[in-house]
């Protein structure tokens, strides 16, 4: 499949794609500006005990308000492309009701990377659910499926081909299994059975959409942004094994393999019967849609063994590299598990990295933020992105999370993820190490190189 940037686009070539991304309810803050209805990650932050210190989507980088100022941040930082995700629940206030305030946000957004040059590429469901579909059972109803259809034509027919990349979902692994089987995400439930039947929505939703995104925007790329987490053995013991093989079917391949292969992983609900979603006929073949491309996040892996029960365990790395968040630095397990994929899927499109990126305990000093760790993490994942694309793996890109501190999610404000620091206080964001460097890195032709 070539890779073709739209011919109407300003920024239009075929280079390596370098770039930075985000999340709506992360940075944006303005959580009742111009009609924004609640999602579930407003009332998920409301109750107690659920998010590190009590915090909320508000401030956090107040995006909202200074998005002409940090799309100057990303023109200064030099990157080709900008991943952020567009708020359902600003966009449609009720099933049905589109707020134009919601749009026009976007559109300025849109218009003014263009203007700077730099590629929009949108993800449309970054988990902020509008509360409203919550209220009738969120993604345990398949009619939420239909809604995202219905919401992703309003987006994309207003948008269309300016956006480059047009992602469906975010880690649908997140808003099923830690939402509804782990239960610390929202809305924070702990049914293993509702986990695999929210993710058999969003999966429904995924393939619901595309069509409708295609024809709204015939140029741009369709896709979607998975996470994946290898699984390593902790030993060479039988269980173990078993352990691993487990933990890699959900954590690398439960949504990709209905995408590229419309069946789940083999022999799972047998073992699970208790765990198989109502799927109804027609709806595996809905989610094989064809793809322009598949977005990658990483971030780890998982040292393996059984819990003595036949489940599996993580087991900690104590003498092992780890980020502020207490994430292992395990860079080779970015490579295996892109090789993994090309090689398990003859169908797989094109990827893409998506996030991948690390939490520091990043203070500023005399003006600076000198994020070492970061700068070497960075470097060393770049190039288990270049060892992947040497084994034959087609990357068009890489995208590093975050551009900017932010609302890390159940952690709230106490996990940094940015190229740039932010002063929640003051707003003030100062450019990382981490930041300069990869704008010096993009500039290297060695990394070019890796496009070949
Ligand atoms: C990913 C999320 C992103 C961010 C990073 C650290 O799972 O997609 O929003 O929180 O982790």
Redesign the pocket.
Known sequence: MSFAVPADSPVRDNRFIWGVAT?AF?IEGAIHADGRVDSIWDTFCAEPGRVLNGDNGEPACDHYHRWEQDLDLLSELGVDAYRFSIAWPRIMRAPGEVNEAGLAFYERLVDGLIDRGIRPVATLY?WDLPQYLEDHGGWLNRETAYEFARYAQVVVERLGNKVTHWATL??PL?SSFLSYEVGVHAPGYREPAWAYQAAHHLLLAHGLAMPVMRAAAPESQHGIVL?FTPAYAADDRPETQRAVQDAEVKDVHWFIAPLMQGEYPAGWFERFPEWRPIIMPGDMDLIRQPMDFVGV?F?TRHLVTDDGAGGVKHLPQPDAEHTHIGWEVYPEALTRTLVTLHRSYQNLPPLIIT?NGMAGDDHVVDGQVNDAQRVSYLERHITAVGEAMRQGVNIRGYFA?SLMDNF??AFGYSQR?GLVYVDYETQERIVKRSGQMLKEWMKEPRLELASA
Do not use: G, L, M, T
């Open positions: 999340a992360q970054h975010n880690e997140c996470n996040n971030y996030e999370w890390e999610w993820f």
